[in-house]
Nanobody, 116 residues
Framework: QVQLVESGGGLVQPGGSLRLSCAAS????????VGWYRQAPGKQRELVGL???????NYADSVKGRCTISRDNTKRTVYLQMNTLKPEDTAVYYC??????????WGQGTQVTVSS
């Protein structure tokens, strides 16, 4: 079983920045990919970005150029740095991992609100 704990959410003004963190209970070497999804009120959960085991990143078009995913293998933590935030970025953000053995896992989520 994989346990994921997100942190770093909060209220930020449009144009501001925020960094989310996700601590995993397993080594990242047991994952094919780690990253972030988000879900806004009344909308389906959507991909924000992923980073593979070998360090290749993939981002949704809506956040490309504004978000950066990174990881610390020793700390077993993945980060989402978000810059130039927009009101439409408001959502619950979920950490995600894809184990090499199969399955998909999400954390409990952390709220990000972009408002003036």
């Amino acid at each position: 079983q994989v346990q994921l704990v997100e942190s770093g959410g909060g209220l930020v003004q449009p144009g501001g920045s925020l960094r989310l963190s996700c601590a995993a209970s397993r080594s990242f070497f047991t994952f094919n990919a780690v990253g972030w999804y988000r879900q806004a009120p009344g909308k389906q959960r959507e991909l924000v970005g992923l980073i593979t085991r070998v360090g290749i990143t993939n981002y949704a078009d809506s956040v490309k150029g504004r978000c950066t995913i990174s990881r610390d293998n020793t700390k077993r933590t993945v980060y989402l740095q978000m810059n130039t935030l927009k009101p439409e970025d408001t959502a619950v953000y979920y950490c995600y991992v894809r184990p090499t053995t199969g399955g998909d896992y999400w954390g409990q989520g952390t709220q990000v609100t972009v408002s003036s």
